[in-house]
């Protein structure tokens, strides 16, 4: 099936810090989302994109759709410790009644 | 307060034996999925359903079946033909999946013994 790179595969920071990480396609995407996966839970939806181009925040978190609509980043600033978790890209295509297609996540980890 | 209730949390199975995990949704939400997660696997799409009584195949259909008899439950049967059954399962609704927005359950962790 389609795929998503998701990078990086993880991230060891100290509090404080700031954070990126970044998915990318070889399709084109007409939605991205990220979502948030503590320890032993379900993923929450963070931020939902739905334009090119669109930068969207969410408190400390900001993401941004692809002009080419084949990737998303997201920054997390100032990092706390309840920022740990994995964190997923998702992405449906630009077809439809397909199903979301999710990245391998990025774990975070942050020390204080 | 609307959610969604996967059950059980922990699940052990011997080799060989089927087992069904149990999605109930509040949110009346028309649309249902069931993921599977593997450490550093991500999230893979099992079944989906859009609508009550019926229902589509995702990457990873094998070895699996589900049902839709009710809009607010969306039960999923590992059955034995599963090569390798251990995973954390995850149950997500929509309200409209068109915009990606998943509501996920808590997951059920199923060990195969």
């Known amino acids: 099936g389609q795929q998503l790179n998701q990078s990086p595969q993880s991230m060891f920071i100290q509090e404080g810090e700031d954070v990126s990480m970044n998915c990318t396609s070889s399709s084109i995407f007409n939605t991205w989302l990220w979502y948030k996966q503590d320890p032993g839970e379900g993923p929450v939806l963070l931020i939902a994109?739905?334009?090119?181009?669109e930068l969207t925040s969410n408190g400390r978190l900001t993401a941004q759709f692809g002009i080419t609509r084949k990737d998303s980043f997201l920054n997390i600033s100032a990092s706390i410790p309840s920022d740990v978790g994995i964190y997923f890209c998702a992405g449906q295509l630009d077809q439809a009644g397909t199903a979301l297609i999710f990245g391998k996540g990025t774990t975070l980890s942050v020390s204080s | 307060d609307g959610g969604i209730t996967q059950s059980p949390k922990y699940l052990f199975r011997k080799e060989g034996q089927n087992v069904t995990l149990s999605c109930e949704q509040n949110?009346?939400?028309?649309?249902m999925y069931w993921y599977r997660q593997d450490p550093g696997q991500g999230l893979r799409l099992i079944y989906y359903?859009?609508?009550?009584?019926?229902?589509q195949k995702g990457d990873i259909a094998e070895g699996y079946s589900v049902s839709r008899e009710k809009k607010e439950s969306f039960p999923l049967t590992v059955t034995s033909a599963q090569k390798n059954p251990t995973a954390f399962y995850l149950c997500?609704?929509?309200?409209?999946?068109?915009?990606?927005?998943?509501?996920f359950g808590e997951g059920s962790r199923l060990t195969v013994l």
């Open positions: 359903s859009q609508i009550v009584n019926d229902f």
């Open positions: 997500a609704s929509s309200i409209d999946p068109g915009t990606g927005e998943l509501f």
């Open positions: 994109l739905y334009k090119a181009g």
């Open positions: 949110l009346n939400h028309d649309a």
